[in-house]
């Protein structure tokens, strides 16, 4: 009986298939080693949920105790919109547009000047609640701000505590601003889903 001898086309195929093997997951995708599909309910999360929370943003740039300060200074004093100007802020968030009433948070983080066609800013922040079950959880806010439109909306994009997973958009309307010292009162709409 003849017996075959391997080509070294068999080779070929044989070790292209090994690598083949050897090179793809066992599972495409998501059980690949560093990640993994998991069932939400292990986390703790239920049904999600649309809330909707009504704030007002006190950003006090005058007076002894100032909520936002300048950081980064215009490297220019020629620009009419203070285009790379940026201000840390921790600024109450209250229940009413007066600074006296209840407050149930702080919007912490910064913005920065970034538009040099008018007074745009580029918004980065968490809302940090500090009343009632949403006391230590937080929402973050990103998005542009051009501050003299009448309503602007920018984007949910994550948060901590009671919001994690949390996505959705606010809207901004400025309430009072002086010109002269900057402060402003700014009513925040948050429109969030969240577990």
Do not use: C
Not at 34 to 59: A, M, P, Q, T
Not at 114 to 129: D, E, R, T
């Amino acid at each position: 009986m003849a017996r075959l001898l391997p080509s070294p086309f068999s080779h070929f195929i044989t070790l292209s298939l090994l690598i083949f093997y050897a090179l793809t997951p066992a599972s495409a995708g998501e059980n690949s080693g560093f990640v993994r599909r998991i069932d939400r309910r292990l986390l703790g999360l239920k049904r999600e949920k649309l809330s909707h929370f009504r704030v007002y943003w006190h950003d006090v740039q005058s007076g002894p105790k100032p909520t936002a300060i300048p950081v980064v200074q215009p490297p220019s004093n020629t620009s009419t919109t203070f285009f790379g100007l940026i201000n840390m802020i921790d600024d109450p968030l209250t229940v009413g547009p007066a600074l006296s009433s209840k407050l149930v948070g702080r919007a912490q983080g910064l913005y920065a000047s970034a538009s040099q066609q008018g007074v745009g800013l580029l918004m980065v922040m968490n809302f940090a609640f500090l009343e009632g079950k949403y006391n230590g959880s937080t929402i973050t806010v990103l998005g542009r701000n051009m501050v003299f439109s009448k309503v602007r909306e920018m984007s949910v994009i994550g948060g901590s505590g009671l919001f994690r997973f949390a996505r959705g958009y606010v809207e901004a309307r400025t309430n009072k601003v002086n010109l002269t010292t900057g402060d402003a009162v700014v009513e925040y709409n948050i429109y969030v889903m969240h577990y």
